[in-house]
């Protein structure tokens, strides 16, 4: 099915009417573009063309980058199974990036993966240039920091709330970039082989960038809760999300579900591949604090509507998530408590 998702943009003088529309995007499908959000085309190009020169390194150099404890740095070819419902895993590998705290910092905490970032350096990898890497990459984590803020007060106004309901949530940047790679391998889903299996993000918002190749997909019907869409297997069930130049592609998460008790849905998505050529994507998650707790806003349950969901915390949910889907991840045994 062809792609009929709207666009918002960050720039639209009449603010009223991109709440109005983004609020109707979030009924129907949780998923949009995004444009208006200023960051150049440079920057744009810049960290897809960092991503290529990466997933280019010999393997062995790669996975000496790579903090099982802070869930950082890169994860190989087929070490994540993001599809419930397959035994085969995902066609992908990738590099993770959060909020780099040093561990001389107060604020260092690896069970709450507050910690350093895995960067390449000249000693462990060929890559040509690393401070350009790094230097690239945390040019772009740090803009899309403030888009992300940008979008999630539209949204608290999209449900009904104050534009700063959210922001008290917002106060230590949790979020993750990630840099992936999908091989040149045919998905097929009748054989429960995806590039990226069906599954829903797992915190408020994604904002994804990706290169010219297409593949997403997100669920047709979404009128039932997370927990109990398909996982993939009803194949006229799917709408293609095309790349736009300049735009990024932005859903909902499990997280910002629980908060509105259901009403914005956290639609699940999946990649597949034709497997004429290798595709690059990039997704920045955009999560709250690690503590913050996640359960109904008071303007989405009343006596008649009662929350659907019990209360979490962002930290626990991402752990809970981590611990189902990767293979590389080893903080089974810990909790937020």
Same mark, same amino acid.
């Given at each position: 099915?062809s792609s009929s998702?709207p666009?918002i943009r960050?720039?639209?003088?009449?603010?009223?009417k991109?709440?109005?529309?983004?609020?109707?995007?979030?009924l129907e499908?949780g998923?949009?573009?995004l444009? *208006?959000?200023?960051?150049?085309?440079d920057?744009?190009?810049?960290v897809?063309?960092e991503?290529?020169?990466?997933f280019?390194?010999? +393997?062995e150099?790669?996975c000496?980058?790579?903090?099982s404890?802070?869930?950082?740095?890169?994860?190989?070819?087929?070490g994540e199974?993001?599809?419930?419902?397959?035994?085969?895993p995902?066609?992908?590998?990738?590099?993770?990036? *959060?909020?780099h705290?040093?561990?001389?910092d107060?604020r260092y905490?690896?069970? /709450?993966? /507050?910690?350093?970032?895995v960067w390449?350096t000249p000693?462990?990898?060929?890559?040509q240039?690393c401070?350009?890497f790094r230097?690239?990459?945390?040019?772009?984590?740090?803009?899309?920091?403030?888009?992300g803020?940008k979008?999630v007060r539209?949204l608290?106004?999209?449900?009904?709330?104050s534009?700063i309901?959210?922001?008290?949530?917002?106060?230590?940047?949790f979020a993750t970039?990630?840099?992936?790679h999908?091989?040149?391998?045919?998905s097929q889903?009748e054989?429960?082989?995806f590039?990226?299996?069906?599954?829903?993000?797992?915190?408020?918002i994604?904002?994804?960038l990706?290169?010219d190749t297409?593949?997403?997909?997100?669920q047709?019907n979404?009128?039932s809760?997370?927990?109990?869409?398909s996982? *993939?297997?009803?194949?006229?069930?799917?709408?293609?999300v095309?790349?736009q130049?300049? +735009?990024f592609i932005?859903n909902?998460?499990d997280?910002l579900e629980?908060?509105?008790?259901?009403?914005?849905r956290?639609?699940?998505h999946?990649?597949l591949?034709? *497997?004429?050529?290798d595709?690059?994507s990039?997704p920045?998650f955009?999560?709250?604090?690690?503590?913050?707790?996640?359960?109904?806003?008071?303007?989405?349950?009343?006596e008649?509507?009662?929350?659907?969901?019990?209360?979490?915390t962002?930290?626990?949910h991402?752990?809970d998530?981590?611990?189902?889907?990767r293979n590389d991840?080893h903080?089974s045994?810990?909790?937020?408590s």
């Amino acid at each position: 099915m062809s792609s009929s998702i709207p666009i918002i943009r960050l720039d639209d003088e009449d603010e009223e009417k991109t709440v109005q529309t983004l609020r109707q995007c979030c009924l129907e499908h949780g998923f949009f573009y995004l444009g *208006g959000h200023g960051i150049s085309n440079d920057l744009l190009n810049g960290v897809l063309a960092e991503a290529t020169k990466f997933f280019a390194l010999p +393997l062995e150099e790669k996975c000496q980058l790579y903090d099982s404890e802070m869930s950082r740095g890169y994860t190989r070819m087929g070490g994540e199974r993001l599809g419930q419902a397959t035994n085969q895993p995902d066609t992908k590998e990738g590099y993770y990036i *959060g909020n780099h705290i040093p561990k001389d910092d107060p604020r260092y905490n690896p069970s /709450k993966l /507050k910690g350093p970032n895995v960067w390449p350096t000249p000693d462990q990898c060929s890559l040509q240039d690393c401070e350009h890497f790094r230097s690239t990459i945390e040019e772009y984590y740090s803009s899309l920091s403030k888009v992300g803020l940008k979008v999630v007060r539209l949204l608290a106004r999209a449900i009904g709330d104050s534009a700063i309901a959210f922001d008290s949530f917002f106060t230590e940047n949790f979020a993750t970039v990630r840099l992936l790679h999908y091989d040149a391998v045919p998905s097929q889903p009748e054989e429960g082989l995806f590039a990226c299996g069906a599954h829903s993000d797992y915190g408020m918002i994604t904002l994804l960038l990706t290169d010219d190749t297409p593949g997403l997909q997100i669920q047709a019907n979404n009128n039932s809760s997370t927990s109990e869409q398909s996982d *993939g297997g009803d194949e006229t069930s799917w709408i293609d999300v095309p790349p736009q130049e300049g +735009l990024f592609i932005v859903n909902l998460g499990d997280m910002l579900e629980r908060w509105t008790n259901g009403i914005f849905r956290s639609t699940k998505h999946r990649v597949l591949t034709v *497997g004429d050529r290798d595709r690059y994507s990039i997704p920045f998650f955009f999560e709250p604090d690690f503590d913050a707790p996640v359960q109904c806003l008071d303007v989405c349950c009343s006596e008649d509507n009662p929350p659907k969901f019990p209360p979490t915390t962002c930290g626990q949910h991402i752990l809970d998530k981590y611990n189902q889907t990767r293979n590389d991840f080893h903080q089974s045994s810990k909790t937020t408590s």
